[in-house]
């Protein structure tokens, strides 16, 4: 088994970024924050000044929302006339966290609402009919408002306009092929693209609701007493953390760590968790499960009743019910985790998919969620998991990075009885025999939203720093760029050349790692792999990827994202190898002049230069054993540079670095045909991969795709042999496929933004690490 992320290139950062004045007042004049913004794309003071102070933003109008208003003035109708209103929920903790809101800002208005929360095991997601039916005949209610569900629900719609009851629908999961016939159906899914509200989650949508009913009645003062339900309902449905999404969660936040909520209280108590060190990360690793424990495994009526009741006594009750409910949770999920691991061992041609899915009947369909997400992080990739042994078996679906999860679900509707949700989570269900058709088609539809699907994508590093850096006032500035989760993910961190000092396994069931990671002066840092206790600690020197934060005694806490370990260089010994590092010198040209005078013998590799202008330049194609060797032009990637010092073996190294003359990517794609052209003309087509690299500068990753591309456009045909020479021919007449050409074109770009960024690092890092004899720093 393999460190999560182990297997993933990193990103590095850009060389540091000039700032502004402008961008550094709007930071508060902190460097460390106004840098990690820029590097994220921020480079507007009114943005900055938004992102990082919920007072800067403004949110947009309730009514931006489409049939909102339509959907107040019927609630403050009904309100006034003292009708009756049934809410209907949902049982995750979007739709708990979204009913109880409306139950407390319908009360607080002094109307007469009741509630229905479906039960997970007997009835799943939506409205069905038989219940609703039963539930107009017991309450005889006035007016049917949903939230975090009816979207797709055009038969329980149906059905209530048939009893004269009037309806309303708000919810946030995708739209289908039509609306239903409602009174008013509130969904930000009908909103475009890149609207400030069209993430908003189900309690987000019913928040804005009340917003605007609350203004009909002149009672806004109260709507800060429903943001840490707010607040609460976005972490857990990972809602993605941009617009007034983000905003509504900055302002939940702070009301949740003081929040005088009774249950909230209660269950926080129960999850031995201060209120003041609420972070959106320990909201959702604590509360989150065990109010999705409830509604997964009990009955999440008992969570709106926790979340709106005001007898304390009642609340610790509940909340006891919902730890021990949490921790069969826990053994249930442990349980089918190690099935599907085990699943997976047996049959690696399961990996072979973009997407993993699996059955079992056994499998208590309300954990699948929570592990497919697990198993999604793991293997990187999205993941179904179905339980029940009838005819017709459900389930969940998590996805991984970017990927569309609903969106690839709908390109298999044809074989599934029910689905539903979003882009990162789904429920379904579909006929047992469906289950290896659904495999392939997922696999498929996944492929063609990212041609690139199976590989693992890089993990981008916000900032290389030593342990030297960080102390808990370091910590606390990162502090200022949360909450953080979808949309803003934790900022990342990357220190080289450390070792493992100690390690031991903690937790409940000890399922969690602890390392201390050990630098070359003794400092040292914990580094925590969450469910991590099955994998082997790292041996020798080590390049970690981590997130760092303050733990709920004020502690430094740094979560493990990624690992790269150290291989050997072929180097003698350190001893052997002398190293000069002349990076810094502002005339690269002038420096190796010098060098050449002082060292006539020495070998100088330099690549992408004019073999005409300069006779004395070897590429890697050319470089033979030497004593001495003069780096000129920066190596493109780590394996190119390990070969050179490997055929070269010297006992003296010359460092400059310097860019290569091709630095721009159209100018290296351009100079790559060029040398291809000439291969054809003047080698019929014959030419090693060492030589077009070295003719470019470029990585053999980068020349690779180049030359995929170049195929795929039809301007040639090509094959490599397992001696890596290439052999080129003229293509036979074929039409250019403009999809898979742009495939490869973005396949290409990649490689060449892989290659630029190992440059950036090449010239930043300590050249004892880059060149160590016994290890070797990867970005």
């Known amino acids: 088994m393999t460190y999560p992320a182990a297997e993933r290139a990193w990103h590095l950062p850009e060389a540091e970024l000039p700032i502004a004045p402008d961008i550094l007042a709007a930071c508060d004049f902190d460097e460390l924050i106004a840098t990690i913004l820029l590097r994220r794309g921020f480079n507007q003071p009114s943005a900055i000044r938004a992102f990082l102070d919920p007072s800067f933003y403004t949110p947009a109008p309730p009514e931006s929302l489409p049939d909102l208003t339509r959907a107040s003035e019927l609630l403050a109708q009904t309100v006034r006339r003292k009708g009756k209103i049934l809410i209907w929920g949902d049982f995750d903790v979007d739709g708990q966290t979204a009913t109880a809101l409306l139950v407390d800002a319908l009360q607080r208005l002094g109307a007469h609402a009741v509630y229905y929360v479906p039960q997970r095991a007997t009835e799943s997601h939506g409205i069905k009919v038989e219940r609703l039916q039963a539930l107009v005949a017991q309450h005889q209610p006035d007016l049917l408002l949903t939230c975090d569900t009816g979207v797709s629900e055009h038969s329980a719609v149906e059905t209530a306009q048939a009893l004269g009851l009037p309806v309303i629908i708000t919810d946030h999961h995708e739209l289908g092929e039509s609306l239903p016939r409602a009174q008013a159906v509130v ?177 208590h369909v309300g954990v699948l969620g929570g592990v497919a997400g697990n198993l999604a992080e793991r293997y990187a990739r999205p993941v179904v998991l179905l339980g029940g042994n009838g005819a017709i078996v459900s389930g969940s679906a998590r996805t991984f990075g970017d990927l569309d999860i609903y969106a690839a679900l709908a390109q298999a509707a044809d074989l599934l009885h029910t689905f539903g949700g979003h882009r990162s989570a789904a429920g379904l269900s579909l006929a047992v025999q469906h289950v290896p058709a659904l495999r392939k088609r997922l696999s498929n539809a996944l492929l063609k939203q990212r041609p690139e699907a199976l590989q693992v994508p890089p993990l981008h590093i916000d900032m290389l720093c030593s342990l030297a850096t960080l102390d808990t006032d370091f910590a606390k500035r990162l502090q200022r760029l949360g909450p953080f989760g979808e949309g803003n993910p934790p900022v990342v961190l990357a220190t080289s050349n450390l070792h493992v000092s100690h390690a031991a396994t903690f937790g409940r069931d000890n399922e969690h790692l602890r390392i201390v990671a050990e630098d070359e002066d003794g400092r040292t840092l914990p580094l925590i792999v969450w469910r991590g206790a099955d994998l082997a600690v790292p041996e020798g020197r080590f390049d970690a990827a981590y997130t760092l934060s303050l733990d709920a005694y004020g502690q430094l806490e740094a979560a493990l994202v990624g690992l790269q370990r150290h291989a050997p260089i072929v180097v003698e010994s350190e001893s052997a190898l002398q190293v000069h590092d002349w990076r810094r010198d502002s005339d690269p040209f002038a420096r190796l002049e010098a060098l050449r005078a002082e060292l006539p013998e020495a070998q100088v590799w330099a690549e992408a230069y004019n073999r005409l202008d300069f006779p004395h330049f070897q590429r890697r194609a050319q470089l033979s054993a030497c004593k001495t060797l003069i780096i000129f032009t920066a190596p493109p990637d780590l394996e190119t540079l390990r070969a050179a010092l490997s055929i070269t073996a010297p006992q003296s190294v010359h460092v400059i670095g310097a860019p290569p003359p091709l630095v721009r990517f159209e100018d290296l794609l351009r100079q790559l045909t060029l040398a291809l052209k000439n291969a054809l003309t003047h080698f019929k087509g014959t030419v090693g991969l060492a030589e077009l690299c070295g003719a470019v500068a470029a990585s053999p990753e980068f020349v690779r795709r180049a030359l995929d591309f170049l195929a795929a456009e039809g301007r040639i045909s090509y094959q490599e042999d397992s001696q890596q020479r290439i052999q080129l021919a003229h293509p036979e007449a074929a039409a250019a496929c403009r999809a898979e050409s742009e495939a490869h074109l973005k396949r290409m770009r990649a490689a060449y933004e892989e290659m630029e960024a190992f440059r950036r690092y090449f010239s930043l890092m300590p050249l004892k690490l880059l060149l160590k004899p016994s290890s070797e720093s990867a970005p």
């Open 187 to 363: 969904n930000p899914k009908r909103l475009p693209l890149g609207h400030p509200l069209r993430t908003l989650p189900g309690v987000g949508v019913a928040f804005k609701l009340v917003q605007h009913l609350f203004a009909i009645f002149g009672q806004t003062r109260h709507l800060g007493a429903l943001l840490d339900l707010v607040a609460l309902g976005i972490v857990c449905d990972v809602a993605e953390q941009v617009g007034d999404t983000r905003h509504l969660l900055q302002l939940g936040m702070d009301h949740l760590r003081l929040t005088e909520r009774i249950g909230l209280q209660e269950l926080l108590r129960v999850a031995k968790l201060p209120p003041e060190t609420l972070t959106a990360e320990r909201l959702g690793f604590t509360l989150g499960p065990r109010l999705n424990a409830v509604g997964r495994l009990g009955d999440a009526m008992l969570a709106v009743e926790l979340l709106t009741t005001r007898d304390r006594p009642r609340a610790a009750l509940i909340a006891g019910s919902l730890e021990r409910l949490n921790v069969e949770r826990r053994l249930l999920s442990r349980q089918v985790e190690e099935a599907a691991r085990a699943m997976l061992e047996a049959d690696r041609s399961l990996l072979q998919e973009a997407a993993l899915v699996l059955h079992q009947p056994e499998w």
